[in-house]
């Protein structure tokens, strides 16, 4: 069967067109997302749900949502998506992060050559039959120093177009090297020097606990009388009733304000000063971007639902159509691995750590990562996924490590994985064949060389004679079919394993009647998703 989206937002309809020739099943209702009871009531048809902002995925609307495996934001802002629940929920919530930034970069400079020289307020006196020339004096941007707060994919254009104007350009970003920084040619430094320095102020960074009023009022004090300061990112980023009263005082010469704290924004301390420029939100607002980000996210779904590739995605590492064919066998036994250690612990889990070696090692770690943790999770959750598995072990308080290193035996690659409990450390290790089929081939040290099977039987016993023959016999006499049978162990007289992979589930009369004969220290039947 198909895949089913739905689109809850007005889109372009080459976007609709777009899921339809890739040969998803899509419903187009460009007003649902404005009726969240509506859309609550239907959202659980859906395995993906295309928006912009009108539509609220709220923490209620994802509960309902249980066939729901992607919320695909045509834009770069989601914080009208509850992306904790959907990450609990095992839904991919995935933005559109490049096909707008020219558009909002090109909003911020307009917006700064607004305010520079009081265009709003000058035509609107034009309109009104007023010649006020003298009223209406501005300021050039050619030599005065820009301060640009959030130097990532958006604000390294606004600090190229701004060297452009040949103005100077300071930046703060925590994440912004040395390397990078001049490589965009501006200079880094921490906000306080920007807040004194700067001539003109321009935000670039999302909207979090950290940078919540990151221009509040004490900050706004510290900076250069007569700065004005431009926000195109995100509400919330500036404390909007001190900026009025530094407006009024004179202190900042101007603002202009694409976004506010509370949107649609009918009431704001911003809103008929002087030398204030607004506009309702209008970033991204470009015929360019709008098509832009509508086809990139119609793609980004569609890859998704289709091939497991992931782009964009905010809360789960990316994997790349290419990426997606080459890893799968990796990721399918890195699963199977999580998923051994998963049956065979019931204490809680402290650590997990992951070795990958040689040819894994240089592979997407952190999608990797995320479905051996996954196979680990599934032991309590079976609706675990990549996505929520990662959410449900920092909750629980595992901590997650992970190890590579060039190849070290006799396989390409492999990848090893070791819990601890308060009492034990359990490992597995696992690698792929040239034919892409998933095999293990070390259980707690010792080499094996096993197929993986929906239903496997695994013993531990002391290496005597007769066990291989106790384990044929009496599964036989039970009905239970052996597809394949493999054995390992320490050492001779040592500790010693088997693995089995069966035709169907152990029943529990072949596990007690095996338990019987003694000679075991450990039965455990295993389920594999294959």
């Known amino acids: ?10 889109l372009s309809p080459a976007a609709v067109q777009i899921f339809k020739d890739r040969g998803i099943d899509v419903d187009f209702q460009p007003d ?7 859309l609550l009531e239907v959202i659980g048809q859906y395995d993906g749900l295309a928006i912009r902002s009108a539509t609220k995925a709220t923490e209620k609307i994802i509960a309902g949502a249980d066939n729901l495996k992607v919320i695909g934001r045509a834009g770069i802002g989601t914080d009208n998506i509850d992306k904790d629940a959907a990450s609990r929920k095992g839904i991919i919530v995935m ?3 490049f096909g707008n930034m020219i558009t909002t970069a090109e909003h911020a ?27 209406f004096m501005g300021v050039e941007l050619t030599g005065k120093t820009l301060g640009v707060i959030g130097a990532g994919n958006i604000g390294s254009i606004v600090c190229d177009r701004a060297r452009g104007l040949k103005m100077k350009v300071v930046a703060m970003d925590p994440f912004l090297s040395e390397e990078r920084a001049t490589e965009i040619g501006v200079e880094k430094v921490e906000l306080d020097e920007l807040l004194s320095r700067a001539d003109f102020i321009t935000l670039h960074v999302p909207l979090t606990a950290d940078t919540k009023n990151i221009l509040s009022a004490e900050n706004l004090a510290k900076t250069k009388k007569g700065v004005r300061i431009i926000n195109c990112a995100r509400g919330g980023l500036v404390d909007e ?5 530094l407006l009024k005082s004179g202190h900042v010469a101007g603002a202009a304000f694409d976004v506010f704290a509370e949107e649609p924004a009918t009431e704001n301390p911003l809103f008929n000063l002087p030398n204030v420029v607004v506009t309702p939100h209008l970033g991204a607002a470009t015929t360019e971007a709008q098509e832009n980000v509508a086809l990139q996210v119609a793609e980004q779904m569609s890859d998704y639902l289709l091939t497991g590739a992931v782009q964009n995605a905010l809360n789960m590492p990316s994997v790349t159509a290419q ?3 080459i890893m799968g066998p990796w ?15 019931d204490e809680p889990i402290k650590a997990i750590n992951i070795l990958f070696d040689g040819e894994a090692s240089h592979m997407n770690l952190k999608a990797l990562t995320a479905s051996t943790v996954a196979g680990i999770m599934k032991s309590i959750n079976p609706d675990v996924n ?7 072990a920092k909750e629980r308080g595992v901590k997650i490590s992970t190890t590579k290193q060039d190849q070290s035996g006799a396989f390409e690659g492999y990848i090893k994985v070791t819990i601890v409990t308060d009492t034990r450390e359990r490992s597995i290790a696992g690698t792929v064949f040239s034919d892409g089929k998933p095999r293990f081939i070390q259980i707690k040290g010792i080499n094996i060389d096993a197929d993986i099977g929906a239903h496997m039987l695994y013993t531990t016993n002391e290496d005597v004679p007769g066990i291989i023959g106790t384990l044929g016999m009496t599964l036989g006499e039970k009905g239970v079919n052996i597809a394949n049978f493999t054995l390992g162990r320490s050492e001779a007289k040592g500790e010693a394993i088997a693995l089995l992979y069966v035709d169907d589930r152990v029943p529990d009369a072949a596990i007690n009647a095996l338990r019987d004969t003694g000679m075991f220290r450990q039965i455990k039947p295993l389920t594999f998703d294959v």
Do not use: C, Y
Not at 32 to 38: E, M, N, Q, R, V
Not at 110 to 135: C, D, L, N, Y
Not at 334 to 340: D, I, Q
Not at 386 to 392: C, H, K, L, N, W
């Open 331 to 345: 990721i399918k036994l890195s699963g199977h691995l999580g998923n051994f250690i998963g049956q065979m612990t």
């Open 109 to 135: 400079i307009a917006m700064m050559f607004a305010v520079a020289r009081q265009i709003p307020e000058a035509s609107a006196s034009t309109h009104a039959g007023k010649w006020e020339k003298s009223k």
């Open 241 to 245: 009733a001190a900026l009025a009263e």
């Open 323 to 325: 990426e997606a064919k």
């Open 386 to 392: 990549m996505v929520s598995a990662p959410v449900i």
């Open 1 to 10: 069967m198909a895949p089913k989206v739905l689109i809850s937002d007005k």
């Open 32 to 38: 649902l997302g404005k009726d969240k009871d509506k």
């Open 95 to 97: 933005n559109t992060p």
